[in-house]
C-alpha cells in the first residue's frame, strides 16, 4: 500500500537519500544535535512528512560514518585556505568536560590576500596524560605538522595564557613569538586590585546582599515593587564568579544602581525578618564601590575591545598598557583604597610583557592608526623602524628565495629538497642580524647567469630593494596616523599593492596574531552544549570533528 501511495523507496546511495543524509548531518553539526537526534518521533514525523520515501540511517551511521565524511571535506577546504596564508597564528588554550575530561583546543589566524582576517578552530584534543609543557609541545608540533601550518618565510606566532607549563611547551614546540594573553593578563592584574583587603571585604559585604536576593523569592518581589516605585528598571543583582574580574565590576555596577532599591527592600519589615546579618552599604562603602567602578571601567573596555576577531589586536596591547598604567599613578586626590588597588594593579601589571616588548612595539607601528608611536621619545620610534625596515628586508630576500626554489621544484629534473636556508624562517621577535640567513645560490642557473649574474644583476636588484623598502619606510612612519575608528586592515587593503608592496606582507605577518586567547577561549562555550549531561560519554574523536565543524562550516 504504501510503495503504491508513495512510490518505491529512495534508493540509500541516491542523489536525493544523500542530500539528505548530508543535510541531517549539517543540522547535527551546526545546531550541535545529538545524534540519537534521529531516533526522536518528532525528527522522525518531519523527515517523514517531507520526504515520505527517505529511510533515516541509524544513529551509529551518523556518527562513524556520516560526520566523519563530512569532518574530512571541510578539514581539507580550510587546508586549502590556510596554504595561501603567507604567514598564520595559533591561539590555545585548555578547558575541563562535564565529564572532567581535560581537552586543549588549537585556533589558527590568518589574513587573507583581500586583508580579512579568518580563524579556523583546528582541533580540541584530549590532554590524558599530566599537563606539562613537554606533553603539550607534542600536541603543538604535531598541530602544526597535520594542519600544515610551518612558513619557510616567518615563524608561527602563539598567544597562550600565562600559565608556566605554556611558556614550556611553545619553547620546546619551537615555535615564536609567544605572546601572553592580554584578557587574561588583565584578569591577574585586576584581580590584584580586587584582592586588597578593604577592596575584598566590601565585595564581600555586596556579595551577601545580592546572593540574599537570589535565594528569597520574597525579597526579590519586593525589590521589583520597589525598582517600580523608583522608576529603575526591573533588573536582577548580579552575583560575580571568583574566576572573573569583570564579574565583580558587573556586581557593583547593578548594587549602585539599585542601591535605593536595595535599601528600601532591607528596611521592609516582611524582609528585614529574616535578613538579620545582611546590611546596606554606609556612605563610605559606597563611595568606595563608586571608586572602584571608576578606576577598573577602562580596564572592562580594553577587555571588550580586545575580543574582536574581525580586526587586529596584538597592536593594541601596548597603547592599552601604556593607557592603563598611567590611569593607575598615584593621584595626591587618590583614597586609601584606591591607591591601594593602583598599587596592586601596577606591581602585578609593570613586568609584563617585557621578553616581547620590542617586538609589540613592531606590532603598534605597523598598525596604521598608531604609526607616530606618540608615547616613545624620539630616539627609540627611530629604533622601532629602523627594526622593522631589517626585518622587512629580511622576509622579502627569504620570500623571493623560498619562491625560486618553488619555481625549480616544479622544473622537474635537477632540483633537490629545501635548503637550510629555506628552513630557516625570518626571525620577527629577534634583531635583524639576529635573523640573517646565508641564501645559497639557485640550484640551477643559466649560462649568462652563470658569467655575468653576480657582477651585472644581483648586487643592483639586492641594493634597489632595500632602497624600495626604506623608501617604503620612510613614507610610511611620516605619515598621517588613521582614525582610531577606521579598520587597520582596510587601510592597508586600500594601500598595500600601490604604496607599500614590500612593506604590506611584514605587517601582514605581525597583524595576523591575536592579542588574547579568547577564540580559543570560546570554544568552552560550543564545547559545553556538546558534551553536555546527556552526551557526556561522546569519544573525544566526536568532540574533536562535532566543535570543528560548529566552528568551521
Request: glycine content about 4%.
Amino acid at each position: 500500500m504504501l510503495t503504491s501511495t508513495f512510490g518505491a523507496p529512495l534508493a540509500q546511495k541516491s542523489a536525493r537519500a544523500k542530500e539528505i543524509t548530508k543535510c541531517i548531518a549539517v543540522f547535527m553539526a551546526k545546531d550541535m544535535r545529538p545524534f540519537s537526534v534521529v531516533e526522536n518521533e518528532g525528527f522522525r514525523l518531519l523527515i517523514n512528512t517531507l520526504e515520505p520515501k527517505y529511510h533515516i540511517p541509524s544513529r551509529q551511521y551518523f556518527s562513524q560514518t556520516e560526520i566523519p565524511a563530512l569532518y574530512k571535506q571541510t578539514k581539507e577546504k580550510v587546508i586549502q585556505t590556510l596554504r595561501q596564508a603567507n604567514s598564520i597564528a595559533i591561539t590555545t588554550d585548555g578547558w575541563t568536560s562535564r565529564a572532567t575530561e581535560s581537552f586543549i583546543t588549537i585556533t589558527a589566524h590568518v589574513i587573507t590576500d583581500e586583508w580579512e582576517m579568518l580563524s579556523f578552530v583546528l582541533q580540541t584534543r584530549p590532554l590524558y596524560e599530566a599537563h606539562t609543557g613537554v606533553h603539550i609541545a607534542e600536541i603543538l608540533r604535531s598541530a602544526v605538522a597535520e594542519w600544515e601550518l610551518e612558513r619557510a618565510a616567518c615563524g608561527i606566532g602563539v598567544v597562550t595564557d600565562n600559565a608556566r607549563n605554556m611558556d614550556v611547551a611553545v619553547r620546546e614546540a619551537g615555535l615564536a613569538p609567544h605572546v601572553k594573553c592580554f584578557a587574561h593578563t588583565l584578569n591577574l592584574a585586576s584581580q590584584a586590585g580586587l584582592s586588597v583587603p578593604r577592596v575584598h571585604r566590601l565585595l564581600g559585604r555586596v556579595r551577601r546582599v545580592v546572593a540574599f536576593f537570589h535565594r528569597s523569592t520574597t525579597a526579590a518581589a519586593v525589590l521589583t515593587s520597589n525598582q517600580k516605585a523608583m522608576e529603575l528598571p526591573q533588573h536582577k543583582l548580579i552575583i560575580d564568579v571568583v574566576t572573573r574580574w569583570n564579574s565583580s565590576l558587573d556586581m557593583l555596577e547593578r548594587y549602585l544602581k539599585h542601591q535605593s532599591a536595595v535599601a528600601a527592600t532591607l528596611l521592609s519589615p516582611y524582609v528585614r525578618r529574616n535578613a538579620r546579618e545582611i546590611d546596606t552599604l554606609d556612605h563610605a562603602d559606597i563611595n568606595d564601590a563608586e571608586d572602584i567602578v571608576k578606576l577598573l571601567k577602562p580596564m572592562k573596555t580594553a577587555t571588550t575591545v580586545l575580543s574582536d576577531e574581525k580586526t587586529p589586536t596584538v597592536s593594541l596591547i601596548v597603547p592599552l598598557k601604556h593607557m592603563i598604567e598611567s590611569s593607575m599613578a598615584p593621584n595626591e586626590e587618590d583614597s586609601a583604597t584606591v591607591s591601594a588597588m593602583k598599587r596592586a594593579i601596577l606591581d602585578n601589571l609593570s613586568n609584563r610583557y617585557t621578553d616581547v616588548y620590542d617586538w609589540l612595539l613592531e606590532c603598534t607601528a605597523l598598525d596604521p592608526r598608531f604609526r607616530t608611536l606618540p608615547h616613545l621619545e624620539e630616539d627609540l620610534r627611530q629604533d622601532v623602524f629602523r627594526r622593522l625596515r631589517e626585518k622587512a628586508v629580511q622576509l622579502s630576500n627569504k620570500t623571493n628565495v623560498t619562491m625560486e626554489e618553488a619555481d625549480e621544484g616544479d622544473g622537474g629534473e635537477g632540483t633537490s629538497g629545501p635548503t637550510p636556508a629555506a628552513e630557516q624562517p625570518v626571525n620577527l621577535t629577534g634583531t635583524a642580524e639576529e635573523a640573517e640567513v646565508e641564501q645559497p645560490p639557485p640550484n640551477k642557473k643559466t649560462a649568462l647567469e652563470d658569467l655575468l649574474g653576480g657582477t651585472f644583476t644581483e648586487p643592483a636588484v639586492a641594493e634597489s630593494q632595500v632602497y624600495c623598502i626604506e623608501s617604503e619606510m620612510a613614507k610610511y612612519k611620516n605619515g598621517k596616523p588613521i582614525s582610531l575608528k577606521s579598520c587597520p586592515l582596510e587601510w592597508w587593503k586600500e594601500n598595500a599593492k600601490i604604496m607599500y608592496p614590500l612593506l604590506s606582507p611584514l605587517a601582514k605577518a605581525y597583524l595576523s596574531i591575536p592579542a588574547t586567547s579568547v577564540p580559543s577561549e570560546r570554544v568552552f562555550s560550543t564545547a559545553g552544549d556538546i558534551v553536555n549531561v546527556q552526551r557526556s560519554q561522546l569519544l573525544a574523536d566526536n568532540v574533536d570533528m562535532l566543535i570543528f565543524l560548529k566552528k568551521n562550516m
